[in-house]
C-alpha cells in the first residue's frame, strides 16, 4: 500500500504562485514515476505533469508548459508542483498519483495510487 497525501493548495489571485506537496508512504518512493492530475467538478480529471522516478524525464499537458514545474525529493519521499502565473482556468483539486512503473505516462491508467485532493483556486 502507498498513502498519498497533498498539501499546498489555496485561493491565489490571477498571476500568483502556488507550490503544491505530495509525501508518500509505505513503498519505496525512489522506484515509481509520479504525476499531478486535476479535476473540474462535471469534468474528467486530467492530466498535468509527471516526473520519472529519478527525475530525469517529465512530461506536462500543454497549458501549464513553461509555467508550472514538476520536482521531486527522493530523500523526502516527496513531489512538488510549482505553480506560476496562475490562471483562473486553473482552478481545480489537484490529485498526486503513484505511477505503476517507473516510467512516465499521461494515462490514469498508468497510476496506481491517488491521494485525496487539495483544492486550488485562482480568483479573476
Known amino acids: 500500500q502507498v498513502q498519498l497525501v497533498e498539501s499546498g493548495g489555496g485561493l491565489v489571485q490571477a498571476g500568483g504562485s502556488l507550490r503544491l506537496s505530495c509525501g508518500a508512504s509505505?513503498?519505496?518512493?525512489?522506484?515509481?514515476?509520479m504525476g499531478w492530475f486535476r479535476q473540474v467538478p462535471g469534468k474528467e480529471r486530467e492530466f498535468v505533469a509527471a516526473?520519472?522516478?529519478?527525475?530525469?524525464?517529465?512530461l506536462y499537458t500543454d497549458s501549464v508548459k513553461g509555467r508550472f514545474t514538476i520536482s521531486r525529493d527522493n530523500a523526502k519521499n516527496t513531489v512538488y508542483l510549482q505553480m506560476n502565473s496562475l490562471k483562473p482556468e486553473d482552478t481545480a483539486v489537484y490529485y498526486c498519483?503513484?505511477?505503476?512503473?517507473?516510467?512516465?505516462?499521461?494515462?490514469?491508467?498508468?497510476?496506481?495510487?491517488w491521494g485525496q485532493g487539495t483544492q486550488v483556486t485562482v480568483s479573476s
Open positions: 498519483a503513484a505511477a505503476r512503473s517507473s516510467l512516465v505516462t499521461t494515462l490514469q491508467r498508468g497510476y496506481n495510487y
Open positions: 509505505g513503498r519505496t518512493f525512489g522506484s515509481n514515476a
Open positions: 516526473i520519472s522516478r529519478n527525475g530525469g524525464s517529465t
